[in-house]
């Protein structure tokens, strides 16, 4: 660290000197502006960009001897993530139609990137969504509310063994993971442009806790669909009531727990979320006495019963863990 004194001038302006070695790599000149934003730690970032317009920046994909499509839109969905405001997909040859496919999939699938120029070998995709639209707490909120419907609608479809409910639990995760994405994209833009973190009036240390907890409710949601998909290995089947009962039971309350954790990030409450952990042990003590009743069906039966058991016990593990982060952040920033 190189350590610098202020001086004073004018009786009351205070002054420090930058670095010869800093200011000659970015080519500052004399006279020229900088600007200064105090973060919230209270250090001060002295920046070149002083302009409050989103950073643009622009990645090329080469394509050429790219031949798996699920390969392809991993890629895509990194640099999406990483914060690319312009991607450019091309090709030396003649872009196949598979290509095309699954860019078109990736728009589909995401927020913001559209497709704005297109050739015989190139594909030019370009973000339209300003990260400012979109708070994190908006982006949580609706993320938990589609997530709690697919297990309410979980439970629904189990206990009257309607399949077209399952296939609408399903559908939805893609809603949860798109979302999942556009937090961790901002994540990256926000952290990395210090300018937009003070517009939204964010620490990195929210930022980093909004991104926790998008990918625990992500999870959860995944849970929702195994849920859904082991309903699906049992339609037709005639279930105990008793298990149908300690199923609603186990999954009440796992939601309840999902439903504090989320209400105490929201309304900052130490106490609660530490009452909300101590739940997830009588919630494991259901989903047990859940899994001897499911033994005493048939065996393919017991085998869906049980995972479904697991799922809301990992979803209210998962709910659990967001109150512990919340417990986290609220010693860090409130206390």
Wanted: glycine residues 4%.
């Amino acid at each position: 660290m190189e350590i610098r004194k202020v001086q004073i001038t004018g009786g009351s302006s205070y002054v420090i000197t930058l670095p010869k070695e800093w200011v000659q790599n970015q080519k500052i000149q004399k006279n020229e502006p900088l600007g200064m934003v105090v973060q919230s730690d209270g250090t001060l970032l002295v920046t070149r960009e002083i302009s409050e317009k989103p950073i643009q920046k622009t990645k090329k994909i080469d394509v050429t001897a790219i031949n798996d499509p699920t390969y392809l839109f991993r890629i895509l969905i990194g640099t999406y993530i990483a914060g690319f405001t312009t991607i450019e997909v091309y090709s030396k040859a003649r872009l196949p139609p598979s290509i095309g496919m699954i860019v078109r999939d990736f728009t589909q699938m995401t927020i913001g990137p559209e497709v704005v120029e297109e050739t015989d070998n190139t594909i030019v995709l370009k973000d339209l969504l300003n990260p400012m639209e979109m708070p994190f707490d908006n982006t949580l909120k609706r993320m938990f509310v589609i997530v709690k419907n697919m297990y309410l609608d979980a439970m629904n479809a189990t206990e009257s063994g309607k399949l077209k409910i399952t296939e609408e639990i399903i559908s939805r995760d893609s809603d949860v993971d798109r979302l999942h994405w556009l937090i961790a994209r901002q994540t990256n833009i926000v952290l990395k442009n210090p300018d937009i973190a003070r517009r939204m009036a964010l620490s990195p240390y929210m930022v980093m806790n909004a991104l926790v907890i998008s990918r625990i409710i992500e999870r959860i949601g995944d849970h929702a669909v195994r849920w859904a998909e082991n309903t699906r290995r049992i339609s037709g089947k005639e279930l105990d009531p008793a298990v149908i009962r300690q199923m609603k039971s186990a999954s009440s309350l796992a939601i309840a727990i999902f439903d504090k954790s989320i209400n105490a990030y929201f309304k900052p409450d130490l106490k609660e979320s530490h009452l909300n952990i101590e739940q997830v042990t009588r919630l494991e003590a259901l989903c047990e006495e859940m899994n001897a009743l499911a033994m005493e069906q048939e065996p393919d039966v017991a085998v869906a019963l049980r995972y479904i058991a697991e799922s809301i016990r990992r979803s209210g593990e998962y709910a659990g863990d967001i109150s512990e982060t919340v417990i986290n952040y609220l010693v860090e920033e409130k206390i």
